[in-house]
């Protein structure tokens, strides 16, 4: 990890995933701090789609990007997202739940395409692709010079028979050939 800055991620589309606890939010506000030093202002734009931490029997789920320089680059940080398989309850309320969290992020990105920046930086694409478009995604990273992004890889996640943790799986699957960069945490 400590290997890994944003002068070797730059004018690449790089993916950092693991497990829960693994220190992907952590790499990615690190390498966001370096990239605001490298990049001109207004170049970046920060997409954060994570629920906020939750402990769960002692570890750390979720978490939003740690970031003092929010001031110099374009920010979208939805509040009403939810970890589904954490506060769901039945196999239907984990789908209600990741539904309504692709509907809050959704707009999110169809703003980013629609007015692109060189540099995009995306916490947690998992959270959307459990009931989000899968196209939609490929669109903002692809228009992005430099995209780098964490996902959530593992096995921590009971998703209550909803049949979220085989999409997420599928989804990131079908982005894989878009990264040039991929870190295993």
Known sequence: MKGISYALVKGKKTLIRGEVGKGK?????????????????????????????????????????????????????????????????????????????????????AQYIASPTPVLFANDLTIYLHCGKVELLREAITLAKTFVGTAYWGDFFDDKGSGINAKERLLLGQLMNLFDLVVDL
């Not at 001109?40 to 629920?51: L, N, Q, R």
Request: charged share 20%; with cysteine.
């Open 25 to 109: 939010t952590c790499l990615l506000s690190r390498l966001l701090t370096e990239a605001v030093e490298a990049e001109e202002a207004g170049s970046i734009t920060v997409i954060d789609m994570a629920p906020k931490e939750i402990s769960v029997g002692g570890r750390r789920v979720g978490g939003k990007l740690a970031t003092t320089t929010l001031a110099v680059i374009r920010h979208f940080a939805p509040e009403q997202v939810v970890a589904p398989r954490l506060k769901g309850t039945t196999s239907e309320e984990v789908v209600q739940l990741a539904n309504q969290n692709a509907n809050t992020i959704e707009p999110y990105l």
